[in-house]
C-alpha cells in the first residue's frame, strides 16, 4: 500500500461507468459527450459529493487522451484565484491565456472548472462573466458552488444547474467495499456502518477515514475506526489554536491548509477538536464563551455547505482578534477589576 496517496484521489472515478449513483447526472452529461457540445454548467453542493470528479470524467470522457489540455481546474477561494480571474490589464490571467489557445486534438472547445465560485467577490464575477462572453465560442465553464445563490445572475443565467445532493448511505457503502476490496482490508458490518454515518454523504470523508482506519489495522472493526477518528491529530489543532490566539495567523492557517488540503481532514472534524481544545488555551469566562459562541457559528455555516476554508480560517481570525484582547488587557494592570 502506498501510505502517501490519497485513497479518495486514487479511486477517484475516471469514466461514466466508475461513478458511483448519480444516474440523472451521468445521462445529462452522457447526451453532452454524445453531442460533442454542452452549455455552462453550474455544479451546486456540499463538498465531497462528486463535483470535481464529474467534472473531470466529463473532460475524460470528452476528450479522451487529450483531457489535460482540454481542461483546466481553478480553484477561486485562495487569493490565486481571484486574481487569476480579475486579471491584470498589463498581464494575460491565466483564464484567458488558457481560453485563447486553440482547443487540442480538434476539439471544439476547452473547459474550465472554477472551484468554489462562490467565493469570489461580485467584482471577479463581474469580470468573469465578461472573460465567459469573450470566450464563448471556445471556452465552457463549470462552476462548482456550495451556495449557487452567491452566484451574480447573469453567471447563474447562463448555466445549466446540476444539484449533487449528499449520498446516500448505500452508495457511500458501495465505495467504501469497493476500495476496500482493492486494498485488501477487510470491514466488519459495524465499522461499514459507523463509517457510513459518520461521512453524512461525503465521498471524501468516508475514503479518508477508511484510511485512516486501515492505517491502524487491515482488519477494521468499530473500534479501529473509533480509534482513527478520535485520534485526528489534537496535538496539530492545539498548536495551530495557540498560533492562531498568540497572533500567529499565517502559521495557523497553514496548518489549516495542510490539514484540509494535505491530509484530507474534515472541516466537521477539526471544528470539533477545536471546540474540545479552546478550553486549554486558559481564557477567562467572557473570552472562552466569545470563543466558543463562533465556533459554534462556524460549524453551523460549515454544516449549511459554505466554504470550509473560508469559515475555519474566519474562525481561527477572531480566536486571533479574542488573544490580542486579552493581552491588551493584561497590559492594563488591575483596571479591569475596579469597580
Ligand atoms: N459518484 C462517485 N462515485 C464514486 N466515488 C465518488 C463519486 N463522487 C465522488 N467520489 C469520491 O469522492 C471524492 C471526493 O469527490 P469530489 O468530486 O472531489 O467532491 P466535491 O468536488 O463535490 O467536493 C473523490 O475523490 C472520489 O474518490
Ligand atoms: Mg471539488
Redesign the pocket.
Known amino acids: 500500500m502506498d501510505e502517501t496517496e490519497l485513497w479518495?484521489?486514487k479511486?477517484?472515478?475516471r469514466r461514466f461507468d466508475?461513478?458511483?449513483?448519480?444516474e440523472a447526472i451521468v445521462s445529462r452529461l452522457r447526451s453532452y459527450v454524445g453531442n460533442r457540445n454542452l452549455p455552462h454548467l453550474l455544479f451546486a453542493?456540499?463538498?465531497?459529493?462528486?463535483?470535481?470528479?464529474?467534472s473531470i470524467v466529463l473532460a475524460r470522457e470528452l476528450y479522451g487522451e487529450y483531457w489535460r489540455e482540454n481542461f483546466m481546474e481553478l480553484n477561486a477561494s485562495d487569493e490565486r484565484g481571484i486574481s487569476i480571474v480579475k486579471g491584470d490589464s498589463s498581464h494575460h490571467s491565466k483564464i484567458k491565456t488558457f481560453a485563447r489557445t486553440a482547443p487540442f486534438g480538434g476539439a471544439a472547445f476547452k473547459i474550465i472548472f472554477l472551484?468554489e465560485s462562490d467565493s469570489l467577490t461580485s467584482d471577479a464575477q463581474a469580470a468573469l462573466r465578461r472573460t465567459m462572453e469573450m470566450y464563448s465560442r471556445t471556452c465552457r465553464f463549470i462552476f462548482?458552488a456550495n451556495f449557487p445563490g452567491k452566484l451574480i445572475d447573469p453567471i447563474q443565467s447562463r448555466c445549466a444547474v446540476f444539484q449533487?445532493s449528499p449520498?446516500q448511505d448505500a452508495?457511500v457503502e458501495r465505495?467504501v467495499l469497493k476500495i476496500a476490496e482493492s486494498e485488501g482490508v477487510t470491514v466488519s458490518r459495524e465499522a461499514l456502518s459507523f463509517i457510513t454515518r459518520s461521512s453524512r454523504g461525503d465521498?471524501?470523508k468516508a475514503?479518508n477515514t477508511l484510511q485512516a482506519s486501515a492505517f491502524l489495522s487491515r482488519s477494521i472493526d468499530q473500534e479501529t475506526v473509533y480509534q482513527a477518528t478520535s485520534s485526528a491529530e489534537p496535538e496539530e489543532i492545539a498548536q495551530m489554536l495557540s498560533d492562531a490566539f498568540g497572533g500567529y495567523f499565517q502559521r495557523a492557517r497553514n496548518t489549516l491548509d495542510e490539514m484540509l488540503f494535505g491530509r484530507g481532514y474534515s472541516s466537521t472534524d477539526i471544528v470539533s477538536h477545536i471546540h474540545r481544545k479552546i478550553f486549554d488555551l486558559g481564557l477567562p469566562d467572557d473570552a472562552l464563551l466569545d470563543a466558543v459562541t463562533r465556533i459554534g457559528e462556524a460549524e453551523f455555516r460549515i454544516v449549511q455547505g459554505a466554504s470550509d476554508r473560508i469559515q475555519l480560517e474566519s474562525l481561527l481570525a477572531q480566536i486571533g482578534l479574542i488573544g490580542k484582547r486579552e493581552r491588551e488587557k493584561s497590559k492594563v494592570p488591575r483596571q479591569r477589576t475596579l469597580s
Open positions: 479518495a484521489e479511486y477517484r472515478p466508475d461513478i458511483i449513483g448519480r453542493g456540499p463538498a465531497g459529493t462528486g463535483k470535481t470528479t464529474c472551484d462548482s449533487f449520498f452508495d465505495y465521498m471524501r475514503a
